[in-house]
């Protein structure tokens, strides 16, 4: 795989993990998204927070400072304290904005670059993959806080229940082809 092959899938699936949170934003009320279940749990607000501040300590000057930056305050991302669906919304596209604007400086001059997270060296592909793993895991958080919030009326956001064969044959009906898993769902946003 070469580099802007790597790039170009990193992309995709950050693309796709972004709608997928963005679609359940659509889904919910804003009473919804400051739902807390309980203090040890987080509102779907305060996941976005945390992620938009993570995205901006990894990503601001990435190939030049460390990934932690001394101006982040990663308890305070815990603090409940977003105020309304635009200010959500801010913190969310300022944190996808700032990470989509690292991942378009990466080329073969840089990419085999060590940087830092907490004074760690990293590979290009070990931090990516170490976010890549890391903001999805909160977006599943938001989904699964999205679904049981709506319950029954909940959209789903892959293969409903009860349409897994349907959407197999449909699959196995088309020649094989090359593409990325996520085109479809990209390419048909609602």
Same mark, same amino acid.
């Given at each position: 795989?070469?580099?802007?092959?790597?790039?170009?899938?990193?992309?995709?699936?950050?693309?796709?993990?972004?709608?997928?949170?963005?679609?359940?934003?659509?889904?919910?009320?804003?009473?919804?998204?400051?739902?807390?279940?309980? !203090?040890?749990?987080?509102?779907?607000?305060?996941?976005?927070?945390?992620? *938009? @501040?993570? %995205? #901006?300590?990894?990503?601001?000057?990435?190939?030049?400072?460390?990934?932690?930056?001394?101006?982040?305050?990663?308890?305070?991302?815990?603090?409940?304290?977003?105020?309304?669906?635009?200010?959500?919304?801010?913190?969310?596209?300022?944190?996808?904005?700032?990470?989509?604007?690292?991942?378009?400086?990466?080329?073969?001059?840089?990419?085999?670059?060590?940087?830092?997270?907490?004074?760690?060296?990293?590979?290009?592909?070990?931090?990516?993959?170490?976010? !890549?793993?890391?903001?999805?895991?909160?977006?599943?958080?938001?989904?699964? *806080? @999205?679904? %049981? #919030?709506?319950?029954?009326?909940?959209?789903?956001?892959?293969?409903?229940?009860?349409?897994?064969?349907?959407?197999?044959?449909?699959?196995?009906?088309?020649?094989?082809?090359?593409?990325?898993?996520?085109?479809?769902?990209?390419?048909?946003?609602?």
């Amino acid at each position: 795989m070469t580099i802007n092959n790597y790039l170009e899938s990193v992309f995709k699936q950050f693309e796709y993990y972004k709608m997928l949170g963005e679609k359940t934003f659509a889904q919910l009320t804003d009473e919804q998204l400051f739902y807390q279940y309980n !203090l040890e749990s987080n509102s779907i607000a305060t996941i976005v927070k945390h992620i *938009s @501040g993570n %995205m #901006l300590s990894r990503w601001t000057d990435f190939l030049t400072t460390d990934g932690e930056k001394d101006w982040r305050n990663r308890e305070a991302e815990f603090d409940n304290d977003v105020q309304n669906r635009a200010e959500l919304m801010l913190l969310w596209n300022e944190g996808w904005t700032c990470l989509f604007t690292a991942l378009k400086s990466i080329n073969s001059d840089n990419f085999e670059q060590i940087i830092y997270i907490r004074n760690q060296g990293h590979s290009i592909t070990e931090a990516i993959n170490r976010q !890549l793993a890391h903001y999805p895991y909160h977006i599943g958080q938001i989904v699964f *806080s @999205g679904k %049981m #919030l709506k319950e029954k009326e909940w959209d789903s956001l892959s293969i409903p229940r009860g349409d897994s064969q349907k959407v197999n044959e449909e699959k196995f009906a088309q020649p094989k082809k090359k593409t990325h898993f996520t085109d479809e769902f990209l390419n048909n946003k609602k």
